[in-house]
């Protein structure tokens, strides 16, 4: 605590000292959308232009509360007022809820990513997600890509500041892809926003700092970093809009980095040694990451990435044989009609793919992206966008059947088509079912949260003799009836989000607990309890991947890359294989010893069961 106060005073009495080099401004966390967000990024704005010894400013993320492109260009209005350069990445908040898909930030302000070279230093800021889904941050695929051209193209011994919004360490399911190629050159700090907290941190041998919240939360005014950078040592100092800048609550030196060698925890594959028959018949990476469920159409696998290009393998050995590239980043779940392949993006279009080249058969534009997964039924594509709207377009053609535009927010999901009613959920915290063969209105349901957060959106909708299951964020199983859009009954026993299943039989209701657990229901008009759980030891869980069964088993994939079996009836966890450290999307279970698997990082692979 002396060292510390010494070390204090002598940075307070030499700030002004011949020997500083420059300052920065450090912000993070605006959530331009919340409550007092937007007036408080004004004030902070209004105060660093004040300030005539800033050389630049960086903002790390979370620069609005939910993403919306309405939120993103009152952001950039207000940067936009800044007298001094600034440069952005996204964080979590701006990704997750996007009704973009993540290409309006891009739009927004230019790049998700930015490097750029001052008085010596070297600053590298990369984007990270969850990208419109809830998982753990992840640096995404491309951006790693990225990267490492950045960093081979550096001088050698070029001093670097790298940042992210997330801390580099396991709140990212890739920190160890950052971690691993900045201790291999000058690196000499990384800073960090998300905890809405001035902190220290050590990210394993890097020296790390996370800065506070512009939010004012329950005091009276926002605040940020100011971060004065001379040739041997760094500090950080709390700076509030319209006081004097606060005594460093942290320094440390600059110094040549030097790996110490020692190790460090990494994921651990060690549950793929535990069931040998389960092997990657192959597996391929794609170069941005992959959010959606791979369709298999005839002998072709096909995807989109976060990049848009829609990408086509054989579904034999994996091998790329045609691509297709659209204009915005994909989410969109391929679905397969006849010869062509249907898939929507980003740039606000639903895409026909003819299977064999690629080539666009035809192609409906919407007014926004298309987020939300297609499902075909006879000549009919049913799919929701980013523009409100939800439409029946001819699969055969493209042209609008029907289109029902009184939605309050993005449709991210797949609907469930059952007899002459589609059903689907939505970010305006709505659960929507229509006439099928009219787009007519039946009824909407929601769960009695103002937050938008816990909207039934990502959940994809189960049927069974006239009952809608569904799970929300809300940690609810919900009964609803299927004619009157009445709650027959909701349970919380189990803590089910987002992923649930049915039987292929119809016998019970599945969900994938927060912990560890599987669960079932039976199915029925009043509250049955849980009828069994089985503890498959995944650990803590968010990915909205739903649970697939086929025959007397059950599928499904988890937000740390791995995948399982289990018995229909819970009585055994059959086997487990883990992919990677990623989110795994909704699984395809293509036979009983073959399984199709995607995951946020890009990897696309055949998982198969020696018998």
């Known amino acids: 605590m002396k060292k510390l106060m010494i070390?204090?005073?002598?940075?307070?009495?030499?700030?002004?000292?011949s020997a500083q080099q420059f300052k920065y401004a450090f912000v993070t966390d605006t959530h331009v959308g919340a409550e007092s967000g937007e007036r408080d990024l004004r004030n902070t704005v209004a105060d660093i232009n004040r300030l005539t010894d800033i050389d630049f400013v960086l903002v790390t993320g979370d620069l609005t509360e939910m993403g919306t492109n309405k939120e993103l260009a009152l952001t950039k209005e207000i940067l936009s007022g800044l007298n001094k350069p600034y440069h952005v990445i996204p964080g979590n908040h701006d990704t997750g809820w996007s009704e973009s898909g993540g290409v309006s930030f891009i739009r927004t302000f230019g790049s998700d990513k930015f490097n750029f070279t001052h008085k010596g230093f070297l600053f590298i800021a990369n984007a990270c997600g969850p990208y419109v889904r809830m998982s753990d941050g992840h640096i995404p695929r491309d951006g790693i890509i990225w990267m490492d051209q950045v960093l081979k193209a550096a001088p050698a011994g070029q001093r670097i500041v790298f940042i992210n919004h997330y801390p580099l360490d396991n709140s990212l399911d890739n920190w160890y892809e950052a971690t691993d190629r900045l201790k291999k050159y000058n690196v000499q700090y990384s800073i960090c926003g998300h905890g809405h907290q001035n902190k220290g941190y050590d990210f394993e041998g890097i020296k790390g700092t996370m800065g506070r919240s512009n939010l004012r939360a329950k005091d009276s005014i926002g605040g940020y970093n100011i971060v004065t950078m001379r040739q041997d040592s760094v500090f950080f100092a709390e700076k509030r809009p319209g006081q004097p800048l606060q005594n460093p609550w942290r320094m440390h030196a600059l110094e040549t980095y030097r790996n110490d060698g020692r190790t460090f925890p990494r994921p651990d594959s060690t549950i793929n040694g535990q069931y040998p028959a389960i092997k990657k018949a192959w597996s391929y990476h794609s170069a941005a990451n992959v959010v959606n469920t791979p369709v298999k159409h005839k002998n072709l696998v096909v995807f989109g990435n976060s990049l848009g290009t829609v990408e086509a393998l054989t579904a034999d050995a994996g091998k790329k044989t045609w691509s297709f590239q659209t204009g915005g980043a994909i989410y969109s779940s391929a679905a397969s009609f006849k010869d062509l392949v249907i898939i929507g993006s980003g740039d606000g279009k639903v895409y026909a793919l003819r299977a064999k080249t690629g080539q666009p058969a035809w192609t409906f534009t919407a007014k926004q992206a298309v987020l939300g997964s297609p499902l075909v039924k006879g000549n009919t594509v049913y799919i929701g966008s980013s523009d409100s709207c939800f439409r029946a377009l001819d699969a055969r053609n493209g042209k609008v059947l029907w289109t029902f535009n009184g939605l309050g927010g993005t449709i991210v999901g797949k609907p469930l088509l059952t007899g002459n009613t589609v059903i689907f959920g939505s970010?305006?915290?709505?659960?929507?079912?229509?006439?099928?063969?009219?787009?007519?209105?039946?009824?909407?349901?929601?769960?009695?949260?103002?937050?938008?957060?816990?909207?039934?959106?990502?959940?994809?909708?189960?049927?069974?003799?006239?009952?809608?299951?569904?799970?929300?964020?809300?940690?609810?199983?919900?009964?609803?009836?299927?004619?009157?859009?009445?709650?027959?009954?909701?349970?919380?026993?189990?803590?089910?989000?987002e992923s649930t299943g049915i039987a292929a039989d119809g016998s019970f209701i599945y969900g994938k607990t927060m912990q560890d657990e599987v669960v079932a229901f039976a199915p029925g008009r009043s509250n049955p309890g849980i009828a069994w759980k089985l503890n498959v030891g995944f650990g803590y869980e968010h990915a909205p991947s739903m649970l697939i069964s086929k025959k007397d088993r059950v599928y499904?994939?988890?937000?740390?890359?791995?995948?399982?079996?289990?018995?229909?009836?819970?009585?055994?966890?059959?086997?487990?294989?883990?992919v990677d450290n990623s989110m795994v999307n909704t699984v395809n279970v293509i036979s009983e010893n073959e399984t199709l698997v995607s995951t946020m990082d890009g990897v696309v692979t055949l998982i198969r069961e020696k018998k």
């Open 7 to 17: 070390l204090v005073l002598a940075a307070t009495l030499g700030f002004s000292a």
């Open 556 to 578: 499904f994939g988890t937000r740390n890359g791995v995948v399982y079996a289990i018995r229909a009836d819970g009585k055994e966890t059959l086997w487990g294989h883990k």
């Open 427 to 497: 970010w305006d915290r709505h659960l929507y079912a229509l006439d099928a063969k009219t787009g007519a209105l039946r009824w909407k349901w929601n769960n009695g949260n103002a937050n938008r957060m816990f909207s039934p959106a990502m959940c994809t909708p189960i049927e069974k003799d006239g009952i809608v299951y569904i799970s929300a964020p809300d940690r609810y199983l919900t009964a609803i009836d299927l004619a009157t859009g009445q709650t027959l009954w909701r349970n919380n026993e189990a803590r089910v989000r």
